[in-house]
Nanobody, 114 residues
Framework: QVQLVESGGGPVQAGASLRLSCTVSGGDLNINTMGWYRQAPGKQRETVAKINSAGKTIYGDSVKGRFTISRDDQTVYLEMNDLRPEDTAVYYC??????????WGSGTQVTVSS
């Protein structure tokens, strides 16, 4: 059974940095993209960053220049710098395969205080 396990969230002060990790286990997957999404209370889930099998990255407008996504085999990272209170959300890891399978992690909370 495929599992995505996130780690690295927590409470921080504005301006701090955090690094999120997401490791995939339980299957021999043909990964197309891996990415991070977030959902704040009362808001829709939004794309934070994605990386495809060729290493091409896409970022949400609100995090460009502050966040960096990278991938090492079955683990995807999100380096978050200059965190702001509006970055507070539950961050979810996502994996899409070339066969259109779609997997989600359970989420990790990031809380940024001013």
């Amino acid at each position: 059974q495929v599992q995505l396990v996130e780690s690295g969230g927590g409470p921080v002060q504005a301006g701090a940095s955090l690094r999120l990790s997401c490791t995939v286990s339980g299957g021999d997957l043909n990964i197309n993209t891996m990415g991070w999404y977030r959902q704040a209370p009362g808001k829709q889930r939004e794309t934070v960053a994605k990386i495809n099998s060729a290493g091409k990255t896409i970022y949400g407008d609100s995090v460009k220049g502050r966040f960096t996504i990278s991938r090492d085999d079955q683990t995807v990272y999100l380096e978050m710098n200059d965190l702001r209170p509006e970055d507070t959300a539950v961050y979810y890891c996502n994996l899409k395969t070339i066969n259109f399978q779609n997997y989600w992690g359970s989420g990790t909370q990031v809380t940024v205080s001013s």
